[in-house]
């Protein structure tokens, strides 16, 4: 199986003041759904990322819950509206118990 | 390189520990008891469209508004990975905003996609991503405001020539 987490975000590192910026992620994950069969005919379990978390500066941005029709490898954009200097973080959680977190910093003037 | 085999060997066993633990139980494996706390499992595993919209947003019929705008592909080549975007024209303040926005696959084998949920500091009630698509089907948005209003995207047509989910 190819490589799990490896989480990733991509955002300006600055912005103007009431500027609402684009965030984008990515993260490494099978997001198999438990309904379809390996080549022997087993089936092969659900393993997929429930939710994601993101807050700024420790205060709740946004949040999402997922399921299984989220594609592998989930891709994920959202907006913000930056108002001060800070740093956003996001938490990936699967349905195995792996947790995945990452941050990324913004200045704004 | 032995360091590389041990993990790999870790990773398959945490999975298969999962697997063990959801065996127990004859329920589908996406009910096992690792699901995140939260996580709504109702919604997310109802199989009919009507019954994922009751335990979501409560209701099955939502009256349709330019606001919420939908955009994916009416053609998509791939049915594993086909991109969508929502955004929302609604204002976002501290007394009014989106609060959340479900996505719905009409004929999915679970119709709840996602659920996104919003604070006045998104400025911008919008997500992007890719979703998973059985056959040629409905796609549709509904966004809810903090104050509980409710409203549809139009819902849209997206046909898929493979479809996305293995087997």
Same mark, same amino acid.
């Given at each position: 199986?190819?490589? !799990?987490? @490896? *989480? =990733?975000?991509?955002?300006? %590192?600055?912005? &103007?003041? /009431? ?7 990515? !993260?490494? @994950? *099978? =997001?198999?759904?438990?309904? %379809?069969?390996? &080549?022997? /005919? ?68 | ?167």
């Amino acid at each position: 199986m190819a490589a !799990i987490g @490896n *989480p =990733m975000i991509r955002m300006a %590192s600055h912005a &103007k003041k /009431g500027q609402i910026v684009e965030v984008r992620s990515l !993260i490494m @994950n *099978p =997001m198999t759904t438990g309904l %379809s069969k390996n &080549k022997a /005919g087993k089936l092969i379990p659900a393993h997929f990322i429930q939710t994601v978390t993101v807050t700024f500066n420790k205060k709740p941005l946004c949040n999402v819950d997922w399921s299984t029709a989220i594609s592998a490898n989930p891709y994920m954009a959202f907006k913000m509206r930056a108002v001060e200097s800070g740093t956003l973080e996001m938490t990936w959680k699967d349905n195995t118990n792996g947790v995945w977190s990452s941050k990324a910093a913004i200045t704004v003037a | 390189m032995e360091q590389m085999k041990r993990r790999k060997f870790l990773g398959v066993s945490a999975v298969g520990m999962a697997a063990v633990a959801g065996s127990g139980v004859l329920v589908p494996a996406i009910a096992n008891a690792a699901n995140v706390a939260g996580w709504p499992a109702a919604a997310f595993d109802a199989k009919k469209l009507d019954e994922a919209m009751k335990d979501s947003i409560d209701t099955t019929s939502v009256k349709t508004s330019a606001k919420v705008r939908l955009t994916a592909p009416t053609i998509a080549e791939n049915g594993a990975a086909v991109p969508v975007t929502v955004d929302v024209d609604h204002p976002m303040t501290a007394d009014d905003y989106i609060e959340s926005v479900y996505l719905y696959v009409d004929h999915n084998p679970t119709p709840l996609a996602s659920a996104f949920h919003f604070t006045p500091d998104s400025g911008h009630a919008y997500f992007q991503e890719r979703i998973k698509m059985a056959k040629t089907d409905m796609v549709r948005a509904v966004a809810r405001t903090n104050k509980g209003v409710m409203m549809s995207s139009k819902p849209q047509e997206i046909k898929v020539t493979i479809g996305g989910c293995g087997g």
